[in-house]
C-alpha cells in the first residue's frame, strides 16, 4: 500500500487528504516521496503500458482486461479498508497488494482453472516490500498473509463466478503512468464527495506527491 497525496485534478489544484493506493504492476518502478504525472483511465486499461514485456507478464496487449478489471473492482469493494492509509493494517494491506498482483498478472486462461487462482507465495511476497505498510508497527507472516490473500482472492471469485456483470458500488480511480516514464500503475478510490465526480468524465491527468515521512512521523506520535 502506498500513502498518495492528489494535488492536481483535470487540471485543477485540489486540496484532498492523504488516501491509500495499491500497485497494478510488479515490475515497474516508483518512488517514495517523489511527484508525478497520471493519467485517469478504465480499470481494464491498467497494465498496458507494459503489457506482455517481463514486467508485464500475464497482462494482455492493452492492459488486464475488463474481465479481470471486475475482480479488481470486486476485490476493492470487499476488501478495501478505508481510504485513510493508516486505518490499514500491516496484514490487510500485504493481502491486498498480494491479490490485486495475482489478478493483474495471471493469464486470464488459467484464471479460469482452479489451480490457477491459487497463489504462489513465493513467486511475488517479499517480508520487507515498501508497498505492504508502515502503520500498525506489526510485520505479518507469510503465512497469515498468504491466507487471508487467497480468501480475499476466492471470495472475489465466488462474486465473479455468479454476476460476470458485476458493476461495483465503490468509484474506483485507476492511474496509469502519463508517458513522461514508465512508473506503476495504480488503483485508489475517488474521496472527494459525489458532487465533485462530475469532474472524473473530463479529466486529462492526475499529479500526486508520494509522502511516506508524514506517515512516519505519525506513527512515532503514537
Known amino acids: 500500500m502506498i500513502p498518495i497525496t492528489i494535488t492536481s485534478y483535470n487540471n485543477q489544484s485540489v486540496s484532498w487528504p492523504q488516501q491509500a493506493a ?33 514486467k508485464g507478464a500475464g497482462i494482455g496487449s492493452g492492459g488486464i482486461g475488463s474481465e479481470k478489471g471486475k475482480l479488481v473492482q470486486i476485490l476493492f469493494d470487499y476488501h478495501y479498508t478505508s481510504s485513510t492509509p493508516s486505518d490499514w493494517s500491516n496484514l490487510n494491506a500485504a493481502a491486498m497488494q498480494l491479490a490485486l498482483w495475482k489478478v493483474t498478472h495471471e493469464p486470464w486462461d488459467q484464471l479460469q482453472t482452479s489451480n490457477g487462482r491459487q497463489l504462489d507465495i513465493s513467486a511475488i511476497y517479499n517480508n520487507n516490500h515498501p508497498h505492504f505498510g508502515y502503520y500498525d508497527g506489526v510485520t ?25 456483470d458485476y458493476t461495483g458500488v465503490l468509484q474506483l480511480l485507476p492511474l496509469a503512468s502519463d508517458g513522461s516514464g514508465d512508473r506503476q500503475d495504480l488503483i485508489t478510490v475517488l474521496v472527494p464527495e459525489p ?11 492526475l499529479l500526486f506527491a508520494l509522502d511516506r515521512r508524514r506517515s512516519r512521523k505519525r506513527r512515532a506520535r503514537r
Open 195 to 205: 458532487s465533485s465526480w462530475a469532474l472524473a468524465g473530463g479529466l486529462v491527468s
Open 140 to 164: 505479518p507472516s507469510e503465512g497469515d498473509v498468504y491466507t487471508v490473500a487467497q480468501n480475499w482472492i476466492d471470495d472475489a471469485f465466488t462474486v465473479y463466478d455468479n454476476n460476470h
Open 22 to 54: 495499491f500497485c497494478a504492476e510488479l515490475g515497474e518502478d516508483i518512488y517514495l516521496n517523489g511527484s508525478y504525472t497520471y493519467d485517469k483511465v478504465s480499470l481494464g486499461e491498467l497494465g498496458a503500458s507494459s503489457a506482455n514485456t517481463y
